[in-house]
């Protein structure tokens, strides 16, 4: 299994972002599909989460009205967009793969994981 993610990089406040997780190695579309973050200093936490159908998606309160998670099956590929970027958005973005999972946020769903994007907002 392996998911790549990309899309990171430098932006000011009030930007938008869109990252993506390429997966290889499993029938994606099986899979939900969810976004960490990690600062540093701090715990990774949930951002978003899509179930395996895409019928269904999740978000941490920090995350809502602002990113919007998203995926192709036909890429292998999932999405996350992010607007109204603020400096407390900076981290570390992974993305990570649950076997018919709902998309929720709980880290120990998840088996698979990506090497991590880095995001930095700008005051």
């Known amino acids: 299994v392996q998911l790549v993610e990309s899309g990171g990089g430098l932006v000011q406040a009030g930007g938008s972002m869109r990252l993506s997780c390429a997966a290889s190695?499993?029938?994606?579309?099986?899979?939900?599909m969810a976004w960490f973050r990690q600062a540093p200093g701090k715990e990774r936490e949930f951002v978003a989460g899509i179930s395996w159908s895409g019928g269904y998606s999740n978000y941490a309160d920090s995350a809502k009205g602002r990113f919007t998670i998203s995926r192709d099956n036909t890429k292998n590929t999932a999405y996350l967009q992010m607007n109204s970027l603020a400096p407390e958005d900076t981290a570390d973005y992974y993305c990570a793969a649950d076997l018919w999972g709902a998309g929720e946020r709980h880290i120990g769903d998840y088996d698979d994981w990506g090497q991590g994007t880095q995001v930095t907002v700008s005051s």
């Open positions: 190695g499993i029938d994606f579309s099986i899979y939900a």
